[in-house]
């Protein structure tokens, strides 16, 4: 029953927040990279190694949440961890509004096969998450550390986006 109701709830979130299309591009969203309609899309440097990684969003079982906080997750509503797919879950401090940025920390684990295949990170200082006009959440990923207990710091810098 309590999986269900996570479930209608998620869905219901989803529904409230449609991605519509590509908007005006306002201001609030220069240097924010854009994703196609029901895509992950994460790119940059990390650990000396370039990663581009573009993924499909239908029946990923991605989805956010906003109440008094936010979070978001590329295999939210998993019934089981998928490890050909990129897992990013992040979370943050406040509810946003379209156009603003805050602060986030979160964990990537990559994909078991590609660029740093099944490694996982911690994300830190640095870490920012944006609402663009249109609905498309976009991220900085920074601080980043990995190995045991994430208490290596690790190089590079990731931005993406989830539409």
Known sequence: MRN???????????????????????SSDEGWIACAEDEFRLVGQLDGQT?????????????MTQF??????????????DP????????????????????ATGTLLMPDSGVL???????????????????????RLAGVTGGNGCTSPVAGELQGCWR
């Open 117 to 139: 295949a099944s490694q996982s990170y911690c994300l830190g200082d640095g870490t920012k998450v944006h609402i663009s006009e249109n609905g498309t959440l976009h991220f």
């Open 68 to 81: 008094d906080t936010g979070e978001f997750s590329t295999q939210m509503v998993s019934l089981a961890l």
């Open 84 to 103: 050909s797919r990129t897992k990013l879950d992040l979370q943050w401090a406040k509810t946003m509004m379209d156009g603003e940025t805050t602060d």
């Open 4 to 26: 269900s109701t996570l479930l209608a709830l998620l869905l219901s979130t989803s529904v409230a927040l449609p991605h519509t299309g590509c908007g005006d591009g306002g």
């Open 51 to 63: 990663i581009d990684i573009r993924e499909s969003m239908i029946n990923s079982g991605s989805g």
